[in-house]
């Protein structure tokens, strides 16, 4: 595609319900990001997927996060019971090549996640 | 690891004028890469510029340049001309492999 798409752009849910998120980053990136923005906070990152390489999931705040890579291409963000403490803009990125090395991140519009 | 920090929470400049965003940095990797994004109410995270810390030559895009002083860990961007288009939340962000970012600096621009 065009640019890096996520989806749902906003996604409302209750206290202890799961929730997926799903981004699909520009065709032929091999890094993929998540970060999650909390209200008048920096980007604070998620996990990142490289390639055909395990994932660094060195940011996931608890085992109720988790995300995998199908195919190389989408990517599905997964928080199980979720709590209000969750509510935040989640933000997806995509890079041509691995991190900040030369490549640029491309970002998505990111999905406000609002958990009641 | 890295750690960026972003000292001014909010900015406020006449359009035209110039104004300059700072951030500090620290990081334990030798080869890295520092960014300013910028994020209007659209959330949409847009790239404005990016400089290799190994070159020396301070990056510009028109009217957008930094400031990269590597000894000090400085990487401040300079707005010149400033216009309404430029009012947004503005991110420093430094990295090799993942970026890590600061808390942003709310831009307003005074008509």
């Known amino acids: 595609g065009a640019g890096v798409s996520q989806s749902p752009s906003n996604k409302v849910t209750e206290k202890g319900k799961d929730v997926e998120l799903r981004c699909d980053p520009i065709s032929g990136h091999t890094a993929l990001y998540w970060y999650r923005q909390s209200l008048g906070q920096g980007l604070e990152f998620l996990i990142y997927f490289q390639g055909n390489s395990a994932p660094d999931k060195s940011g996931l705040p608890s085992d109720r996060f988790s995300a995998e890579r199908t195919g190389g291409s989408v990517s599905t963000l997964t928080i199980q019971r979720t709590q209000q403490e969750d509510s935040a803009v989640y933000l997806c990125?995509?890079?041509?090549?691995?991190?900040?090395?030369?490549?640029?991140?491309?970002f998505g519009s990111g999905t406000q996640l609002s958990v009641l | 690891a890295q750690t960026v920090t972003q000292s001014q929470p909010e900015m406020s400049v006449q359009e035209a004028e110039t104004v300059t965003l700072s951030c500090t940095y620290d990081?334990?990797?030798?080869?890295?890469?520092l960014f300013w994004y910028k994020q209007p109410p659209s959330r949409q995270m847009i790239l404005v510029i990016r400089?290799?810390?190994?070159?020396?030559q301070n990056a510009t895009e028109n009217r957008f340049s930094v400031n990269f002083q590597k000894a000090a860990k400085s990487f401040s961007l300079k707005i010149s001309d400033s216009q309404l288009g430029d009012a947004a939340m503005y991110f420093c962000a430094c990295g090799a492999d993942g970026l890590t970012f600061g808390k942003g600096t709310h831009l307003i621009i005074q008509p």
């Open positions: 990125a995509s890079s041509l090549r691995g991190g900040g090395l030369g490549g640029k991140l491309f």
């Open positions: 990081t334990s990797e030798s080869d890295y890469y």
């Open positions: 400089q290799e810390a190994y070159k020396q």
